[in-house]
């Protein structure tokens, strides 16, 4: 069973109605269980009563030698140390190595933890919601999350960890710097052509020792971008290129989004989290693949995702609610290599794909008819913004056309290309404002290892007509300036 499956199990028993406790209880016990074949734990079984034939252990399982027995708690209210000294009790009639897990999913009580613990050698460790979650969603598998529980209560003591504490341990370092270009060799060598009345000119270089930067955004202040690597988020201040993580969490990709109220949002292994006043929360999860946020103006994020080729491409676009468990999933049917997606209004999206992208509307349909398909003007789409509800600009990511930048009209499906830029390759744009957008791209020069370096393109506008690009362009660069650029 996958994810999408629990996750939307877990959404109803959610919103279960006043009185429906007891059998929402023996459900969960269920879903629990269900979640933990779902990762691959040994040995799974609900309901395991005693010898007295009376005590029930809701779950039990194993992870490697280690065999739990867990008791799940879906009350109103807090849970008191109760359960957790009742449970310690039947662990101490097991044999030896057997530990305990209580999981609330209405938190405890102030004092619980330390009662719990008064006395003895912990033998039980104490999950909540938050833990509950980040399991379902795909932000932690099972095992991993209780061996960073484990590890964290050994070093420290204490019964229970905080999400946030268990997920964010590891601070990394200082982020890597940007630069100001101190000339304009970096611009001579840059820019390959240009369509007319559009310009681009490079505003930061990173030096050595930066990851691999995956996806672009821009903070609401617009003086501040927001750069997705492998080992977090990190915040750029365009001004001047300091820069400081804004999230320093492992395995975060997509491009993020900060809402209204300063949240940021991001996709972080299969599932989308959201950080805020030094908490992490889960909202989204059971994504796999290739998934991104996309930010609109009318509401919450959206996540696109594609499964990829071991899953059968399935394409979905999904519609954040208020937490897990709310979301609106929308499974696309369109026969082509999706490689992004990015908001046009309302309920309207834009798939960038080779071959022929697509416009589809989920108030209509989630079946794209070829009616809807657009030309794809390059290989492999991936970096794509919307400029506006009428045209989207994408970069290409395939080798031979990096660095090329087209505007698509979405009524038209015509295509024209803005810039071709002497790049290794973009992996990221956001929109400024709605002539003007950032590039994150990175060139290698004499050095063997590549330099992330931001772009500012200007002057793209309303979409103009490959032909008219062509009449306003200037003149092309010299044989000498394309021979510079391509040794």
């Known amino acids: 069973m996958g994810l999408h499956a629990l996750i939307a199990r877990y959404g109803q028993l959610a919103n279960a109605a006043r009185g429906a406790e007891h059998r929402r209880g023996q459900q969960f016990n269920t879903l629990v269980a269900d979640l ?63 530990r305990g897990i209580v999981l609330s999913m209405s938190g405890y009580t102030r004092h619980a933890a330390k009662t719990a613990q008064i006395g003895q050698q912990p033998d039980v460790i104490m999950l909540d919601r938050s833990h509950f979650e980040a399991i379902l969603s795909g932000l932690l598998p099972p095992e991993d999350l209780i061996e960073e529980v484990i590890t964290n209560v050994a070093r420290h003591g204490g019964v229970h960890v905080p999400l946030t504490d268990l997920v964010l341990q590891r601070r990394p370092g200082p982020p890597p710097a940007f630069t100001i270009p101190p000339d304009e060799t970096v611009q001579d060598q840059l820019i390959r052509e240009m369509a007319g009345g559009v310009s681009a000119r490079a505003i930061l270089i990173g030096g050595p020792g930066w990851p691999e930067p995956e996806a672009l955004s821009i903070h609401p202040d617009r003086h501040t971008l927001l750069v997705t690597t492998g080992d977090g988020i990190v915040a750029v201040d365009i001004r001047h290129g300091t820069t400081q993580w804004a999230l320093p969490l492992p395995g975060c990709r997509g491009t993020a989004i900060v809402e209204p109220d300063g949240a940021l949002l991001t996709v972080c292994n299969n599932a989308v989290v959201r950080w805020q006043a030094e908490k992490l929360e889960v909202i989204g999860g059971g994504f796999t693949g290739n998934s991104s946020l996309l930010s609109g103006p009318d509401g919450p994020a959206w996540v696109f995702d594609n499964t990829g080729t071991m899953y059968d491409n399935l394409v979905s676009l999904t519609g954040l609610g208020a937490g897990l468990g709310a979301e609106d999933r929308h499974q696309i049917d369109f026969s082509a290599n999706v490689w992004n997606a990015t908001w046009l209004e309302r309920r309207r999206f834009f798939l960038a794909a080779d071959g022929h992208s697509a416009v589809v509307d989920l108030d209509v349909s989630n079946h794209v008819d070829r009616s809807a398909w657009v030309e794809s ?111």
Do not use: C
């Open 36 to 98: 933990l074949r779902h990762w691959g734990v040994d040995d799974v079984e609900v309901g395991v009563r005693g010898l007295d034939g009376v005590d029930e252990i809701d779950v039990t399982f194993r992870i490697g030698p280690t065999r739990y027995l867990l008791e799940a708690k879906w009350l109103a209210k807090p849970q008191s140390s109760d359960a957790i000294v009742k449970l310690a009790g039947r662990v101490r009639q097991r044999l030896r190595g057997t």
């Open 377 to 487: 003007p390059q290989s492999g789409p991936r970096p794509l913004i919307t400029r506006d509800a009428k045209s989207i600009i994408t970069a290409a990511y395939d080798q031979g056309v990096r660095g090329s930048l087209y505007q698509t009209s979405t009524t038209s499906g015509r295509s024209a290309q803005l810039a071709h830029l002497t790049v290794n390759r973009v992996h990221g744009m956001a929109i400024r404002d709605d002539r003007d957008a950032y590039l994150l791209a990175d060139i290698r020069g004499n050095d063997p290892s590549p330099h992330p370096i931001v772009i500012s393109v200007a002057g793209m506008g309303p979409f103009v007509s490959p032909q008219t690009r062509r009449s306003l362009a200037g003149p092309a660069p010299s044989d000498d300036t394309r021979d510079r650029q391509s040794s």
